[in-house]
């Protein structure tokens, strides 16, 4: 069957990534080479098996998934890893194109999807759709809800990929529009601006570029502004801070591995 083929296809793939990592002897958990390893400087926002805020976790959070393209694995520029270092009791690794049969997790996430589908719990997929809305407007919604769906915590999906990937991956996982209690959610206006403009003392772009300017921001950062903005009372400044710090870290470790960037060279006409 076609998913089968992918899934071989794409546990060859990571087979060959993480024989290579292994083979390096680089870090398996931040993915860098282990004389710029950031594990030590970036340890765990959420303490092992904590459910609750006071513990470091999530307040208004059930599961965060990080449905990721295989290609980012191990790549020295991702920075979706240093979410699920942060936050490993509450965030679920689930890798495009592998089955539920080799990956529990991808059932997980689309059981959350579907059970938001049917009204019974609530889902957030981060991606900007075009009937995506900021988490306040989507906030407002639910308040003529029951008490205990508005009290009960969210599940949040974030694709990490390329801007491409990450469109191919929304559309093969999650092809129904937003209803019962599933939501498309962006970033509040306000931050996207601020991210689009020129000043490049912006911290969270990524250090791949794009030409639009607000793509640049890397999934690290763009998961961070979003649980900002759920998070409106303070609950998450702490931790949000440490975010961004940890963000700085690993771009600067990436340059130190990766080296200054090649300059184009300029072909000169005839004299």
Same mark, same amino acid.
């Given at each position: 069957?076609?998913?089968?083929?992918?899934?071989?296809?794409?546990?060859?793939?990571?087979?060959?990534?993480?024989?290579?990592?292994?083979?390096?002897?680089?870090?398996?958990?931040?993915?860098?080479?282990?004389?710029?390893?950031?594990?030590?400087?970036?340890?765990?926002?959420?303490?092992?098996?904590?459910?609750?805020?006071?513990?470091?976790?999530?307040?208004?959070?059930?599961?965060?998934?990080?449905?990721?393209?295989?290609?980012?694995?191990?790549?020295?520029?991702?920075?979706?890893?240093?979410? %699920?270092?942060? &936050? !490993?009791?509450?965030?679920?690794?689930?890798?495009?194109? +592998?089955? =539920? *049969?080799?990956?529990? @997790?991808?059932?997980?996430?689309?059981?959350?999807?579907?059970?938001?589908?049917?009204?019974?719990?609530?889902? %957030?997929?981060? &991606? !900007?759709?075009?009937?995506?809305?900021?988490?306040?407007? +989507?906030? =407002? *919604?639910?308040?003529? @809800?029951?008490?205990?769906?508005?009290?009960?915590?969210?599940?949040?999906?974030?694709?990490?990929?390329?801007?491409?990937?990450?469109?191919?991956?929304?559309?093969?996982?999650?092809?129904?529009?937003?209803?019962?209690?599933?939501?498309?959610?962006?970033?509040?206006?306000?931050?996207?601006?601020?991210?689009?403009?020129?000043?490049?003392?912006?911290?969270?772009?990524?250090?791949?570029?794009?030409?639009?300017?607000?793509?640049?921001?890397?999934?690290?950062?763009?998961?961070?502004?979003?649980?900002?903005?759920?998070?409106?009372?303070?609950?998450?400044?702490?931790?949000?801070?440490?975010?961004?710090?940890?963000?700085?870290?690993?771009?600067?470790?990436?340059?130190?591995?990766?080296?200054?960037?090649?300059?184009?060279?300029?072909?000169?006409?005839?004299?």
């Amino acid at each position: 069957p076609p998913a089968d083929r992918e899934t071989i296809g794409v546990a060859s793939k990571l087979r060959k990534r993480l024989a290579s990592l292994a083979r390096n002897k680089d870090c398996r958990r931040c993915w860098m080479q282990r004389r710029h390893c950031v594990c030590g400087s970036c340890p765990p926002l959420e303490e092992e098996n904590a459910t609750t805020s006071c513990c470091g976790g999530i307040e208004k959070v059930n599961r965060l998934f990080l449905l990721t393209h295989h290609k980012e694995i191990c790549m020295v520029v991702d920075t979706a890893k240093i979410i %699920l270092s942060s &936050f !490993p009791n509450t965030t679920r690794l689930v890798v495009n194109g +592998i089955g =539920k *049969e080799f990956q529990p @997790s991808i059932g997980e996430m689309m059981g959350a999807y579907n059970d938001a589908l049917s009204g019974s719990s609530k889902c %957030l997929i981060l &991606f !900007p759709t075009e009937d995506a809305k900021a988490f306040s407007d +989507i906030e =407002k *919604e639910i308040c003529s @809800s029951s008490s205990y769906f508005q009290q009960s915590k969210w599940d949040v999906i974030v694709i990490d990929g390329t801007w491409n990937q990450a469109r191919k991956m929304h559309q093969k996982y999650f092809p129904d529009s937003s209803k019962g209690g599933l939501h498309r959610v962006q970033l509040s206006s306000n931050v996207v601006e601020l991210l689009g403009g020129d000043n490049d003392n912006i911290k969270g772009h990524q250090l791949r570029r794009h030409p639009t300017k607000w793509r640049e921001i890397s999934t690290h950062e763009a998961t961070r502004l979003l649980l900002e903005d759920m998070h409106t009372g303070g609950q998450f400044d702490e931790q949000s801070k440490a975010m961004s710090h940890y963000q700085e870290i690993l771009n600067a470790a990436a340059r130190r591995q990766l080296g200054p960037p090649r300059e184009k060279e300029v072909s000169k006409g005839l004299a």
